[in-house]
């Protein structure tokens, strides 16, 4: 079967005559073709080789034509094998008129393409017929392959600086006239995104405290900030894998942290006419957010990461929350827990740079923070694996000294009151400084907001009448 599809592969001969014929012609459209092709695209071995050394020669600066060309693959023993000089005449020869060059290019690229398709169903089939052991994750490798090909990307490995420097400098100015930043994504606390330049794709977070610190509170806040609380164009979709409380739960939560309401009554139906009426404005601004749930309590890594991809190619998926770490299954056995929490650390890692969003995992830590001084959490506290830290790009703790009964906090060199105030410690940072980032916790509505701006949740003495219109939401 696999002879029988080398000899029907989908390619164009003319197409690849008419690209590099013109890339060695027209200086212009060699900077076109090494942006949106590499040598891997080419059916034929020749072609393969005389793009790759075009390439070469362009990185480096250096003038592209039939000279140069020619030399390039006589210095590296190969012009014997793409035919000879007489073919790289032959090539420019083909080429008739640059005009449809980008039409020509988007040949090879679909092609390259459903070469790609036909092999990883070939090789797909050929698994499946040689039984391929653990079931589920022979699927996971075969999703991940086929979601490879959906993500099919068409830029080289090499381009010259030219061709990127002018968009590089606009950008530049860009954010220093706006005084803001656009590479990553925005996590809605001021503070914190001036220590992380927000999250970036590919970025794999943890954040961890003890049990009630409010490691779910500091996720679902985050969850607001994203995909509720900017504008609809600004708003980017999240996903929450919560195993350890249900999709009513958790949306409860977010509604009540939103609505600015007692969480406390809300769950007691002990509300007001003014709280019916927040909760009923905000349920208007959360029924359309891009917030999507998965309250699976038994998932595993495998689950996650079927569910992730496909999610993904619906919609443009910005953020991923996993709630949390040491709740998630996993296949097969393990010497110990440690190598197991090591083994789902290492796949979250490898999910956020396959799916190219950050990944934000909630993590325990160990009762040994405990048994320090002022109970105020390191690196070393993180539960169970040394691996969370070594996988991490950026691990966040929660440190509120008022639920250890320390009455005093410095916030930013000034002593003050500990009550409602909680430290964010950027314990970890690969690409940027650690330090300290300090956020209000409002026990009322269990959520983190900026410190300024906290204000009183809504009770009846402040409550309007409720208007029944807003019950049709």
Same mark, same amino acid.
């Given at each position: 079967?696999?002879?029988?599809?080398?000899?029907?592969?989908?390619?164009?001969?003319?197409?690849?005559?008419?690209?590099?014929?013109?890339?060695?012609?027209?200086?212009?459209?060699?900077?076109?073709?090494?942006?949106?092709?590499?040598?891997?695209?080419?059916?034929?071995?020749?072609?393969?080789?005389?793009?790759?050394?075009?390439?070469?020669?362009?990185?480096?600066?250096? +003038?592209?034509? =039939?000279?140069?060309?020619?030399?390039?693959?006589?210095?590296?023993?190969?012009?014997?094998?793409?035919?000879?000089?007489?073919?790289?005449?032959?090539?420019?020869?083909?080429?008739?008129?640059?005009?449809?060059?980008?039409?020509?290019?988007?040949?090879?690229?679909?092609?390259?393409?459903?070469?790609?398709?036909?092999?990883? =169903? =070939?090789?797909?089939?050929?698994?499946?017929?040689? $039984?391929?052991?653990?079931?589920?994750?022979?699927?996971?490798?075969?999703?991940?392959?086929?979601?490879?090909?959906?993500?099919?990307?068409?830029?080289?490995?090499?381009?010259?600086?030219?061709?990127?420097?002018?968009?590089?400098?606009?950008?530049?100015?860009?954010?220093?006239?706006?005084?803001?930043?656009?590479?990553?994504?925005? =996590?809605?606390?001021?503070?914190?995104?001036?220590?992380?330049?927000?999250?970036?794709?590919?970025?794999?977070?943890?954040?961890?405290?003890?049990?009630?610190?409010?490691?779910?509170?500091? $996720?679902?806040?985050?969850?607001?900030?994203?995909?509720?609380?900017?504008?609809?164009?600004?708003?980017?979709?999240?996903?929450?894998?919560?195993?350890?409380?249900?999709?009513?739960?958790?949306?409860?939560? &977010?509604?009540?942290?939103?609505?600015?309401?007692?969480?406390?009554?809300?769950?007691?139906?002990?509300?007001?006419?003014?709280?019916?009426?927040?909760?009923?404005?905000?349920?208007?601004?959360?029924?359309?957010?891009?917030?999507?749930?998965?309250?699976?309590?038994?998932?595993?890594?495998?689950?996650?990461? $079927?569910?992730?991809?496909?999610?993904?190619?619906?919609?443009?998926?910005?953020?991923?929350?996993?709630?949390?770490?040491?709740?998630?299954?996993?296949?097969?056995?393990?010497?110990?827990?440690?190598?197991?929490?090591?083994? &789902?650390?290492?796949?979250?890692?490898?999910?956020?740079?396959?799916?190219?969003?950050?990944? &934000?995992?909630?993590?325990?830590?160990?009762?040994?923070?405990?048994?320090?001084?002022?109970?105020?959490?390191?690196?070393?506290?993180?539960?169970?694996?040394?691996?969370?830290?070594?996988?991490?790009?950026?691990?966040?703790?929660?440190?509120?000294?008022?639920?250890?009964?320390?009455?005093?906090?410095?916030?930013?060199?000034?002593?003050?009151?500990?009550?409602?105030?909680?430290?964010?410690?950027?314990?970890? +940072?690969?690409?940027?400084?650690?330090?300290?980032?300090?956020?209000?916790?409002?026990?009322?509505?269990?959520?983190?907001?900026?410190?300024?701006?906290?204000?009183?949740?809504?009770?009846?003495?402040?409550?309007?009448?409720?208007?029944?219109?807003?019950?049709?939401?």
């Amino acid at each position: 079967m696999t002879d029988q599809i080398s000899k029907t592969l989908p390619h164009s001969l003319k197409a690849e005559h008419a690209v590099i014929g013109a890339m060695i012609l027209y200086p212009d459209k060699n900077e076109i073709g090494l942006d949106k092709l590499d040598p891997g695209m080419f059916y034929y071995k020749r072609h393969t080789t005389i793009f790759s050394r075009i390439s070469e020669l362009s990185n480096k600066g250096q +003038q592209v034509d =039939s000279i140069t060309i020619t030399d390039s693959l006589k210095n590296h023993g190969e012009l014997e094998n793409v035919g000879g000089s007489e073919y790289i005449i032959e090539l420019i020869e083909s080429v008739i008129s640059p005009i449809n060059f980008e039409e020509h290019v988007k040949i090879i690229v679909e092609y390259a393409i459903l070469r790609s398709v036909i092999q990883a =169903s =070939s090789s797909t089939v050929s698994e499946a017929l040689s $039984a391929p052991g653990d079931v589920k994750e022979f699927l996971d490798r075969v999703e991940a392959k086929f979601f490879n090909l959906t993500q099919f990307r068409t830029s080289s490995d090499f381009m010259h600086i030219r061709a990127i420097l002018t968009n590089v400098h606009d950008e530049i100015v860009s954010w220093t006239k706006d005084h803001t930043f656009k590479s990553g994504l925005r =996590s809605g606390y001021d503070d914190l995104d001036d220590y992380l330049a927000g999250f970036h794709p590919s970025d794999y977070i943890i954040i961890a405290g003890r049990t009630s610190c409010g490691k779910t509170a500091l $996720a679902l806040s985050l969850v607001r900030k994203i995909a509720v609380q900017v504008s609809e164009r600004k708003r980017k979709p999240v996903a929450i894998f919560s195993l350890e409380m249900s999709g009513e739960q958790v949306a409860m939560r &977010i509604l009540s942290a939103e609505a600015r309401v007692n969480s406390h009554k809300l769950r007691m139906g002990k509300l007001s006419r003014g709280d019916l009426n927040e909760i009923a404005l905000a349920v208007k601004r959360l029924i359309n957010a891009p917030i999507y749930i998965d309250d699976s309590p038994t998932l595993t890594v495998l689950e996650m990461r $079927a569910k992730s991809r496909r999610l993904a190619r619906q919609i443009d998926l910005g953020l991923i929350i996993v709630d949390y770490l040491q709740l998630i299954t996993t296949p097969g056995r393990f010497d110990n827990r440690q190598t197991e929490v090591a083994s &789902i650390s290492r796949s979250l890692k490898a999910l956020s740079r396959e799916l190219k969003i950050p990944v &934000i995992a909630l993590s325990q830590l160990s009762r040994r923070v405990e048994d320090s001084r002022d109970f105020r959490p390191k690196l070393s506290h993180l539960r169970e694996s040394g691996a969370i830290e070594q996988d991490a790009d950026v691990v966040l703790m929660i440190y509120r000294p008022e639920i250890h009964n320390i009455d005093s906090i410095k916030v930013y060199g000034k002593e003050m009151n500990s009550e409602g105030i909680s430290n964010i410690i950027i314990a970890k +940072q690969r690409n940027g400084p650690t330090g300290d980032v300090f956020l209000a916790f409002d026990k009322e509505t269990i959520s983190f907001e900026p410190l300024d701006i906290i204000e009183p949740v809504h009770s009846e003495s402040i409550a309007n009448d409720f208007d029944p219109n807003l019950e049709g939401f």
